[in-house]
């Protein structure tokens, strides 16, 4: 596609609630604070941000550079720069593919809680909150939420870059951050609530500067901020020329950033002036939180606020994947963008499908969870800084963060020094840490 007629975001602050709709989603409401509450708390925090600042951030701005001058596809956009490299385009389509296997059945699970609240069949059932989350696991309903969550992303991948994509982030991001806050000041009044700050923002620097802590910081960085298998390059290739990426990438980190430590204000003074222990993953957000809002008066009315933000972080998320898919088989395979929404789509439920009836036995969810965000994603995201330092022209990434030498001209050197020989090396070292 000519660069007239290929579709762009609008000003600056769409390319940066867009990118950070893609970041924030499960990763930070969910996943983060359980990890930062096991992990040395704010200590864990300042890991994170330290992982943010050494690896997200130059990684992301390799990704930006690839994407927004190539304004590819994933894999158009490593080839048109180097044949030889376009296995990485593809890595990160086979990583889309995956993600795609099981998100859409968890964010799934947020809409039937989010339905169940606003009808108030969640607290007016005979069953305990496990025991419907048991029954709800055991039905076909987590399927039929799942395929839900698919064609709600297909509704607005489908109707383009600007009118659907950038369209459904200005609207849903700012509800977002609303809502959370209005979560986040409500849990302050509850009783006990301290207790949650002190867990949560306990500092115990031992337990968050031990090398499979920093490995899980690293980790979280890289699933969080969304970095590795090509979504940074797709959306910044509907980027403008003269987007300032640094500014970017400093700003989608900033808002994840606060966003997962809000999340976490949110989630542990509830769970603690409930008395509850802080447990992990889906039953922390899918058991515990109902148990806390049902002392609450309007129990029905908070839980419905809390789950319509879980599905709108989700949302934000997938319509980033699915796009990922959708202008690779787009352009790759020259299909109409809605023939390649369909065939995404179609793609993910073929996936869910699979992952849903564990066939032959097989724990999909955990196999494409773990293979993506402890191995894809950080051999994407390293050898991407790799090839952008060090494969590209001299000069490209430079050129690239100061727009042709007119902004950022301090900071890019420090940049393309650390793609070179700090961010890619640290991955590498975490890595292989990681597997002994
Ligand atoms: N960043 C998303 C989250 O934290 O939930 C997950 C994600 C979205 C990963 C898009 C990768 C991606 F391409």
Redesign the pocket.
């Known amino acids: 596609m000519s660069e007239n007629k290929r579709a762009s975001f609008g000003g600056k602050l769409s390319v940066i609630l867009v990118a950070a709709g ?7 409401i969910w ?1 983060f604070p359980y990890i930062a509450g096991e992990n040395g708390g704010a200590a864990f925090v300042l890991v994170f941000l330290l992982s943010v600042l050494v690896v997200g951030i130059p990684a992301m701005l390799a990704e930006f550079a690839i994407g927004r001058y190539t304004r590819k596809n994933a894999v158009g956009a490593f080839r048109s720069l180097s044949k030889r490299w376009s296995w990485l385009g593809y890595g990160g389509v086979l990583c ?1 593919l995956f ?1 795609s296997g099981y ?1 859409y059945l968890i964010a799934g699970w947020s809409l039937e809680y989010l339905v169940n609240s606003a009808t108030g069949q969640l607290y007016s059932s005979s069953l305990s909150f496990t025991e419907q989350f048991k029954e709800f696991q055991a039905s076909w309903r987590p399927l039929i939420y799942g395929v839900i969550f698919i064609l709600m992303t297909y509704f607005i991948v489908s109707r383009g870059v600007e009118k659907g994509i950038e369209k459904a982030s200005k609207i849903m991001m700012p509800l977002l951050f609303v809502i959370l806050i209005v979560m986040a000041v409500r849990v302050a009044f509850m009783p006990g609530a301290s207790e949650g700050y002190r867990f949560f923002l306990s500092c115990d620097f031992a337990q968050a500067f031990k090398p499979e802590t920093i490995m899980m910081a690293i980790g979280q960085a890289f ?4 970095v590795g ?1 090509g ?1 940074m390059v797709t959306y910044s290739s509907y980027f403008k020329r003269n987007n300032n990426l640094v500014n970017t990438s400093l700003n989608v980190s900033l808002l994840t950033l606060m966003v997962s430590v809000l999340a976490g204000l949110v989630i542990f003074p509830a769970v603690f002036s409930a008395g509850i222990e802080p447990s992990e993953g889906p039953s922390l957000v899918f058991v515990t939180l109902p148990e806390i809002f049902n002392g609450m008066p309007l129990a029905p009315l908070w839980s419905t606020i809390f789950f319509v933000l879980v599905m709108l ?2 949302l934000t ?1 997938t319509i ?2 699915h796009e ?1 898919l959708t202008a690779y088989f787009a352009e790759e395979f020259k299909l109409s963008r809605r023939a390649a929404a369909i065939t995404t789509t179609a793609i993910s439920v073929v996936l869910s499908l699979l992952t849903f009836s564990k066939l032959f036995g097989i724990d999909y969810l955990d196999i494409f969870d773990k293979l993506t965000a402890n191995v894809m ?1 950080p051999l994407g995201a390293m050898f991407t800084c790799v090839f952008a330092a060090w494969f590209l022209e001299r000069g490209f990434m430079k050129n690239e963060l100061t727009n042709q030498n007119t902004i950022n001209r301090y900071v890019a050197p420090v940049i393309v020094f650390m793609l070179k020989y700090i961010t890619p090396l640290l991955i590498f070292y975490i890595f292989v840490m990681n597997l002994i």
């Not at 893609?22 to 930070?28: D, H, M, P, Q, T």
């Not at 699933?223 to 969304?226: D, G, K, N, R």
């Open positions: 893609s970041a924030i989603g499960l990763g930070a996943r889309a993600i998100y699933f969080s901020l969304s298998m979504c972080a989700s998320s980033s994947f990922v994603m």
